[in-house]
C-alpha cells in the first residue's frame, strides 16, 4: 500500500521544521548567554540601584527590575551560565552512572544483569524528587550536592533505557551476522553495540537536560540549592515570590527562561531521535 | 441477476500528482471470481482499495464510472457510502493478526459488521455470528467467537477475518492477498472457502502477487504493472500463452516446475569480472594455517579446494529444545544431513517446523543439546566459540531479513570493507578494487558503494548479502528464506545470481525456504521438516517429494 | 534469521502464567519495600557526625547531652549495627516510623495526619490530567494539520512548565487578574482547584504526547481499514478501537505519573501552602528531622510500589497480548 505520509516525511527528513529552528535559535542564544553573557546584557548583574526598585518592564529594562533595583533581564542572561552548568553537570552525572549500570546490566552474564535491573528497580522506587530529596537530608542543601542529587535520582530511568537499548542491539541481527563472518565478542562491542547506542544517549542526554534544568531549579526554589542574590532562575524566582503579587514581572521572566529553555531541548532531542529513527 | 456487480472503467489514481493507476478498466459479474495479479507498486491494492472508497490519505481518485451494484461510489458520501462498505462490498485484508482488532474477541468484530447492515438483535446477531463462524469452517464456534486474533491460527484468523466479511451479506467480496500470511496447505483451505462463496453467486475479485494462487480459482486475470493492466484473459490465455512482454517475464520468473538449471529471469546481468580475489595475502593472519588462500584457480589452491561432491558439513542426530512458559518445545530432532560441494539441500517446512533453528545450529549461533555438527570432517559445532572463529570464513549466511542483518550506520561499502578485511578496517579506500569486483560478481552498481541498506531496493539488499557473505571466500552457504520476502522477477533474478555463483566455485548451499516451488528449482536434494524432525529427505526428483501437494508459492511481495 | 520462536503447537494459556505472575511480582514488591528499607536506614547512618544528634536535627540542634542519651538508647545506638539494623526492620514491620524531633510526636502518626490531603490532590491531578490529555489528543489528531501542531505544541510546553512557575503564573491569572480563584489553599473543594491544575497541567502534557503517537500509530493499523470497510463511522472507529489501544502506553505510564504527582506534591503543596506529606516532606528536609524524611520516603516507596503494580495489573486486563508474554 502507498503510504503518503512516510514518504513525505522522507523527503524532507532533514530540513528541521520551524519548531525546530526556533529550538535550536533558543538553544544557540542560551549557549552564547552562558558563555559570554555580556555580549547579550552588557550590565553588572548584581548592580544595585534603590531608586530604580520594582519598575516593570519597559525598553531601559525589558523585563523590569526587582527589590534592589537590579535589572532582571540582566540577571536572566547571567544566570543562563549557572543554571545550564547545573543542569549539564547534573545530566551528566545521571546519565555516566546510568551507562554504567545499563553496561554492566545489558553486557554482563545473566546473574550480573539480575543483580543490576534489581537494584535500578529499587531505585525506583523513589520517585524522582524523593530520591533527591533523601540525599540531601543526608548531604546537607546546596549548588553541589543539589545537582548531585538530581542526577543521582535520574540515573535509574536512565539506566533502564540504556540496558533495554543495549539488549536490543546486542540482539539485533546484524550482531548476529558479525559473530557468523567470525567476528570476536570485543569487536562486536566496540564496532556495532556502542555506537548504536551511542546515538540513542545522545538524544537521551538532550532530552534529559530539560527535565534537569527544571528539576535543579525546583530545588533552588524550594531553598534547597542555589541561593539568593546568585542569579541562579530557580532562586531568582524563590526571591521573587514574596512579591508576587503586585510585581508579577519579578517571577514571570526567570521561569520563562526555564520553559524556554526546557522546551526547545525537548523539540531538539525529539528532532534527533525522529531522524536517527528515519536513517536507522 | 443481469448486468455486472462491479463495473469500473478507466480508473485513475493520483497521489499528490504520482499515478498510481492509470486507467484501469474491468467488470466482475455474480458468482465470477476475477483475479488481479501484479507485483509491489503495480497498484493492485489501490485498485480494489478505491472500489470501496479507501484509496488511502490523499488519494485522488476518478474514473469514467466506478459502480457496485449499480450504485455510482465515487458520488456516494457519508452515511449512504458506510452503508455500501460491508454491505454491498466486504474487504477481506491480508493478515488477520493486525487486520483483526488485537484486543477484541473475533465474535465482536463481526457482530459490529451485522448490527451496522442488519436489523437484527443482540441475541439474533449472536446466534449469526456463531453461524457464520462454522459457515467460514471454523470448528467450535461458540468458543472461537470470544477469542481474541493472537489466540487463534492463522487459519482460523483469517477465516474468522472472512467471516466479518461476509456478514453484511455482500454481492461483491475484494479479497487483497487473502492468503499471503499462510502456510501453503491452510492456503488452499482458505481459497476452497472462497470459491465455495463464488460458487453461491458472489462476485470475487482477488487481489494476489501470487500467480498460482489465483491459477486454482480465478474465472478471468488482469496482470497489472506501473498502474496499468497490460494483459486479461483467462488463466489459461494468460499463463500458458502469455502475450504482453510483462506477462512473459513474470510467468518465466516462477520457480516451480522449472528444472534445475534453468534461467527465470530474461537478460544475464553484466558480470564477466573475474571473481574476487578478496583475501588480503599481506595482512599478518593469526590463523593463516587453516584459511590462508590465495588467489583462486590456481593450481596450489586445489589442495583446499573442495572437489565436486565432496562432504563438507555435515549434520548427525541434531536435536534442540526451547524451555518457553515451562513447556518444553523441541525445534530439531535427531536432524542429520551432508552438505557437498556444488550441491544444494533444500529445507522445506511450514512455520515453527524449525528450519531457522536447523540453520542456527550449522551457523555455530546456536550448540545442539545432542548430535554433532562436522565442518570439512573436523568438528565443528563441539568447539568453543573462540577456537571456531578462525574457521567461521568457510561457512557463510544470507539472511530472509537483509536490512536487518546490516549495521543501520554503515554504508554497503563499510560493509563490504569489513567484509573484505575481516574486520580490521569498514574503510572501503584501501580495499576498493575487492569491493568493486565484490559488487560486480553480483550484478551492483559501484555507486552503490556509498549508499546506506535503507536506500536500496530488496533485491538490492539481498544482493549485498550475497557480496558479503562471499567476501571471506566461504566453501557452505547458509541461505535462510533469501528470497522470500522479494517480488517474483527480484526473486527469480536472486535465484539465478545464487546459482551461477555455485556454478562458478563450487560451493555448498542450504536453501531454506517455505516454498517448495522454489527449492525443487534450486535443490539436487530435498528434506522436509516437520515439528523439527526429517520427514523425508531425498533427491528433488524422486516422487514422493514432488508428490507433495504442489501449491507452491511464487513470493513476489 | 530472527529469534527462533518455535511456536509449534503451541496455544497460549493465560490462566496458570496469570498466577504464576502475580506471585512473582508480589515477591519483588517485597524485595524493593525491603531494599528500600535499606537503603534508607544506612541513608541515616550516612549523615555526617554523631548519629543521635542527626536524629535530632543536626550539629546545630544543640541537644542536650541527656537528650542525646535517651536517643541512642531508643534507637540501640550503643549496639552492634546488625542489632541496630534487625531492631529497625522489627520496628518497621509492627509500623513504627519512630519519632519526629520537630513534630514531638511519632512518624507514623505524623504521616497519617498528612496522608490524605496528598492523596485527594494527587487523584484529583491524575484524573484532570487523563481528562486534559485525551480531549487534547483526540481533538488534535481528528481536527487535521492544524490542530495538530497546536496539540503537540502545547503539549510540548505543558511538560516543560515547572510546577513552581505554572503555579506562579495561575495565581497571577485566576486570583490577581481573575479574582475567582483563592491564591493559597483554603479548605473546601476551591481550594484544590489550582493545586490540581498546577500539577495535572505538565502530566497531562506528557501523556498526551504518549497517547498522541499511538494513537497515531493505531490509526495507520491495517485493523482500521478493515473497520471502515466494514461501513463503521469514523467516531465509532475512534471510540471503539484506535482510543482503546492509544491508551495502553499512557495506562503503563500511570504509575509512573503517580511518583512524579508525590514529587509535585513538594513543591506544589509549599507554593500554595496547602497541608500535605508533600510539604511536612520539605520541611523536615529543611529542619534536618532525619526520621520524618526516612519515614514519609518509605511510606511514599510502598505506595508507589503498589501502585505500580496496580498499573501493569490494569495493563494486563486492557490488553490481551500483556498477558501472553509472561517475563
Redesign the interface.
Known amino acids: 500500500m502507498i503510504r503518503p505520509r512516510t514518504a513525505v516525511a522522507g523527503a524532507t527528513a532533514f530540513r528541521p521544521t520551524v519548531a525546530e529552528a526556533i529550538a535550536g535559535l533558543v538553544l544557540v542564544l542560551l549557549l552564547v548567554a552562558a558563555l559570554w553573557p555580556n555580549l547579550l546584557a552588557p550590565g553588572d548583574p548584581l548592580a544595585v540601584s534603590h531608586t530604580d526598585a520594582f519598575r516593570p518592564p519597559s525598553l531601559t529594562h525589558l523585563f523590569g527590575t526587582d527589590e534592589s533595583g537590579r535589572d532582571i533581564y540582566t540577571r536572566v542572561v547571567h544566570g543562563a551560565s549557572e543554571s545550564l552548568r547545573i543542569g549539564v553537570l547534573a545530566t551528566a552525572i545521571g546519565i555516566g552512572l546510568a551507562i554504567v549500570l545499563g553496561f554492566v546490566a545489558g553486557l554482563g552474564p545473566r546473574w550480573l544483569d539480575f543483580g543490576t535491573t534489581r537494584f535500578v528497580e529499587v531505585l525506583f522506587a523513589f520517585p524522582g524528587l524523593l530520591l533527591a530529596l533523601l540525599f540531601i537530608v543526608v548531604t546537607g542543601p546546596g549548588v553541589l550536592s543539589s545537582t548531585i542529587a538530581v542526577g543521582l535520582a535520574t540515573a535509574p530511568g536512565y539506566a533502564r533505557i540504556i540496558r533495554s537499548q543495549v539488549r536490543r542491539t546486542a540482539a539485533a541481527e546484524f550482531v548476529e551476522a558479525a559473530r557468523v563472518l567470525g567476528r570476536g565478542r570485543l569487536w562486536i562491542i566496540t564496532r556495532h553495540i556502542l555506537p548504536n547506542v551511542t546515538a540513542a544517549l545522545f538524544v537521551l542526554a538532550t532530552l534529559g537536560l530539560g527535565q534537569a534544568v527544571i528539576w535543579v531549579s525546583s530545588l533552588s526554589y524550594l531553598g534547597l540549592g542555589a541561593v539568593p542574590p546568585a542569579a541562579e532562575w530557580g532562586a531568582m524566582l524563590a526571591a521573587g515570590r514574596t512579591y508576587i503579587a503586585n510585581f508579577w514581572w519579578m517571577t514571570f521572566f526567570p521561569g520563562l527562561a526555564i520553559v524556554a529553555s526546557a522546551a526547545a531541548a525537548t523539540v531538539v532531542g525529539r528532532g534527533i531521535q525522529k531522524r536517527n529513527r528515519s536513517a536507522a | 441477476m443481469s448486468g455486472p456487480v462491479l463495473e469500473v472503467s478507466d480508473l485513475v489514481v493520483e497521489?499528490?500528482g504520482r499515478r498510481?493507476v492509470d486507467g484501469v478498466s474491468f467488470r466482475v459479474a455474480a458468482g465470477e471470481c476475477v483475479a488481479i495479479v501484479g507485483e509491489s507498486g503495480s497498484g493492485k491494492?489501490?485498485t480494489a482499495?478505491s472500489i470501496?472508497g479507501?484509496a488511502?490519505?490523499?488519494?485522488r481518485v476518478s474514473a469514467a464510472e466506478l459502480t457496485v451494484a449499480g450504485q455510482p461510489v465515487l458520488s456516494l458520501t457519508g452515511r449512504r457510502l458506510?452503508?455500501?462498505?460491508?454491505?454491498t462490498?466486504?474487504?477481506i485484508?491480508?493478515?488477520a493478526l493486525?487486520?483483526?482488532?488485537?484486543?477484541?474477541p473475533i465474535g465482536r468484530?463481526i457482530g459490529?459488521?451485522l448490527a451496522?447492515?442488519t436489523g437484527l438483535d443482540a441475541a439474533a446477531r449472536r446466534a449469526r455470528t456463531i453461524e457464520l463462524l462454522e459457515r467460514v469452517g471454523l470448528p467450535d464456534a461458540e468458543l472461537r467467537s470470544r477469542q481474541?486474533p493472537?489466540?487463534l491460527s492463522g487459519g482460523q484468523r483469517q477465516r474468522a477475518?472472512i467471516a466479518?466479511g461476509i456478514a453484511?451479506a455482500p454481492q461483491l467480496l475484494v479479497a487483497d492477498e487473502p492468503t499471503t500470511a499462510l502456510d501453503q496447505p491452510v492456503q488452499a483451505g482458505v481459497l476452497r472457502l472462497l470459491g465455495q462463496l463464488r460458487d453461491e453467486g458472489t462476485a470475487l475479485l482477488l487481489i494476489s502477487h501470487d500467480l498460482s494462487v489465483v491459477r486454482g480459482i480465478a474465472d478471468r486475470v488482469l496482470v497489472m504493472t506501473d498502474g496499468a493492466v497490460v494483459e486479461e484473459g483467462t488463466p489459461a490465455e494468460v499463463f500458458e500463452q502469455p502475450k504482453h512482454e510483462y506477462t512473459r517475464k513474470l510467468v518465466d520468473a516462477v520457480p516451480a516446475g522449472r528444472p534445475r538449471g534453468t534461467r527465470l529471469s530474461p537478460a544475464s546481468l553484466p558480470r564477466s569480472a573475474p571473481p574476487p580475489s578478496v583475501a588480503d595475502p599481506t595482512a599478518g593472519d593469526p590463523t593463516a594455517g587453516v584459511e590462508r588462500r590465495s588467489s583462486r584457480g590456481m593450481a596450489a589452491d586445489k589442495a583446499i579446494r573442495p572437489t565436486f561432491g565432496e562432504v563438507l558439513l555435515e549434520a548427525s542426530g541434531m536435536r534442540r529444545t526451547?524451555y518457553?512458559?515451562g513447556?518444553e518445545?523441541?525445534?530439531a530432532d535427531d536432524v542429520s544431513f551432508s552438505l557437498r560441494a556444488g550441491r544444494t539441500l533444500g529445507l522445506v517446512g511450514e512455520?515453527?517446523?524449525?528450519k531457522?533453528?536447523t540453520?542456527?545450529l550449522l551457523?555455530g549461533?546456536?550448540r545442539p543439546d545432542a548430535g554433532e555438527v562436522t565442518l570439512l570432517g573436523e568438528p565443528w559445532s563441539p568447539l568453543p566459540e573462540?577456537r571456531r572463529?578462525?574457521r567461521?570464513?568457510f561457512?557463510?549466511?544470507v539472511?530472509?531479513?537483509a536490512l536487518?542483518?546490516?549495521?543501520?550506520?554503515w554504508t554497503v561499502g563499510a560493509i563490504l570493507a569489513?567484509?573484505v578485511t575481516?574486520?580490521r578496517s569498514?574503510r572501503p579506500g584501501p580495499v576498493r578494487a575487492e569491493v568493486t569486483a565484490l559488487l560486480d560478481t553480483v550484478g551492483l552498481d559501484h555507486a552503490l558503494a556509498a549508499r546506506?541498506p535503507?536506500h536500496l531496493s530488496g533485491g538490492q539488499r539481498q544482493r549485498v548479502s550475497i557480496a558479503?557473505a562471499l567476501a571471506?571466500d566461504p566453501r557452505v552457504l547458509i541461505l535462510?528464506e533469501p528470497v522470500s520476502a522479494l517480488d517474483v522477477s527480484v526473486q527469480a533474478q536472486v535465484l539465478d545470481l545464487l546459482d551461477e555463483l555455485q556454478r562458478d566455485r563450487d560451493l555448498a548451499y542450504l536453501l531454506i525456504t517455505h516454498d517448495l516451488g522454489v527449492a525443487l528449482h534450486m535443490s539436487d536434494d530435498i528434506a522436509v521438516l516437520r515439528?523439527?524432525r526429517v520427514v523425508e529427505l531425498g533427491p528433488a526428483t524422486t516422487a514422493s517429494v514432488t508428490s507433495q501437494p504442489s501449491a507452491s508459492r511464487p513470493g513476489c511481495r | 534469521m530472527t529469534l527462533p520462536v518455535p511456536t509449534t503447537g503451541v496455544r497460549r494459556s493465560p490462566a496458570p502464567g496469570n498466577r504464576r505472575w502475580l506471585l512473582l511480582r508480589a515477591g519483588g514488591v517485597l524485595f524493593v519495600l525491603w531494599a528500600a528499607a535499606t537503603i534508607t536506614f544506612f541513608a541515616l547512618r550516612l549523615v555526617p557526625g554523631d548519629p543521635a544528634e542527626a536524629i535530632l536535627g543536626g550539629p546545630g540542634s544543640q541537644a542536650g547531652p541527656e537528650a542525646l542519651e535517651q536517643v541512642r538508647r531508643e534507637y540501640g545506638l550503643d549496639q552492634p549495627l546488625v542489632v541496630q539494623y534487625l531492631t529497625y526492620l522489627g520496628r518497621l514491620v509492627t509500623g513504627d516510623l519512630g519519632q519526629s524531633y520537630s513534630l514531638h510526636k511519632p512518624v507514623a502518626t505524623a504521616i497519617g495526619e498528612q496522608l490524605g490531603a496528598t492523596l485527594a490532590l494527587a487523584l484529583c491531578s491524575l484524573a484532570l490530567a487523563w481528562a486534559l490529555a485525551c480531549a487534547l489528543a483526540a481533538w488534535s489528531v481528528r481536527g487535521g494539520r492544524v490542530a495538530w501542531a497546536i496539540g503537540s505544541g502545547l503539549e510540548l510546553v505543558a511538560a516543560a512548565v515547572p510546577h513552581f512557575w505554572l503555579a506562579t503564573v495561575l495565581i497571577l491569572f485566576f486570583s490577581n487578574t481573575l479574582g475567582i480563584l483563592p491564591p493559597v489553599s483554603v479548605p473546601g473543594p476551591l481550594g484544590i482547584v489550582l493545586p490540581a491544575l498546577t500539577m495535572a497541567i505538565p502530566l497531562a502534557g506528557f501523556l498526551g504526547q504518549v497517547m498522541r503517537e499511538s494513537l497515531l500509530t493505531a490509526m495507520e493499523s491495517p485493523f482500521v481499514t478493515t473497520a471502515r470497510a466494514r461501513g463503521e463511522s469514523e467516531a465509532r472507529i475512534f471510540w471503539r478501537h484506535t482510543l482503546r489501544h492509544a491508551a495502553i502506553p499512557a495506562v503503563g505510564l500511570s504509575g509512573w505519573a503517580f511518583g512524579s504527582l508525590i514529587s509535585g506534591a513538594v513543591v506544589v503543596e509549599s507554593v500554595f501552602a496547602r497541608q500535605g506529606l508533600g510539604r511536612s516532606l520539605l520541611s523536615a528536609v529543611q529542619l534536618r528531622d532525619v526520621t520524618l524524611v526516612t519515614g514519609i520516603v518509605l511510606v511514599v516507596a510502598l505506595a508507589y510500589t503498589v501502585m505500580t503494580l496496580v498499573t501493569d495489573l490494569a495493563d494486563r486486563a486492557i490488553d490481551p497480548r500483556a498477558r501472553a508474554v509472561t517475563e
Open positions: 497521489f499528490s498510481v491494492s489501490v482499495r470501496v479507501l488511502g490519505d490523499g488519494a458506510r452503508r455500501l462498505r460491508g454491505g462490498v466486504g474487504l485484508a491480508q493478515d493486525v487486520s483483526l482488532d488485537p484486543l477484541r468484530e459490529d459488521t451496522l447492515h481474541r493472537g489466540e477475518l466479518s453484511g526451547f518457553v512458559g513447556r518445545i523441541v525445534a512455520s515453527g517446523s524449525g531457522s533453528t540453520a542456527r551457523l549461533l546456536e573462540a572463529r578462525p567461521r570464513p561457512v557463510g549466511a539472511f530472509q531479513d536487518s542483518s546490516f549495521d543501520p550506520r569489513d567484509a575481516r574486520g569498514t546506506r535503507l558479503r571471506a535462510d515439528e523439527g
